[in-house]
């Protein structure tokens, strides 16, 4: 029994490492949270404007966005979030 090949494609990859820093707001005290944005340069990403695949350079415009995006969010810590959403839907 013969199989197909398989083919691996490996597209290049555009990251950077957002940092969030300061205090919580909810507990007060101060903190600092990290998160790296990823995305690849591949036809399948496309710019939604002129439909076609974006370029490096879109690539890396689009990550910078996200990333600036996240920092700009208010600090607050995972645990203390996830204790403010769990007391709401107790409510």
């Known amino acids: 029994m013969n199989r197909p090949a398989t083919y691996t494609i490996r597209f290049e990859q555009v990251t950077r490492t957002a940092v969030r820093k300061g205090k919580c707001t909810i507990c007060g005290k101060s903190g600092r949270r990290q998160t790296t944005i990823m995305h690849t340069v591949n036809p399948f990403n496309r710019n939604k404007i002129t439909g076609e695949p974006k370029t490096y350079d879109e690539v890396r415009k689009s990550v910078w966005d996200e990333a600036m995006a996240w920092e700009a969010e208010p600090f607050a810590h995972p645990r203390c ?5 769990e007391a709401g839907e107790q409510r």
């Open 81 to 85: 979030e996830r204790e403010a959403r």
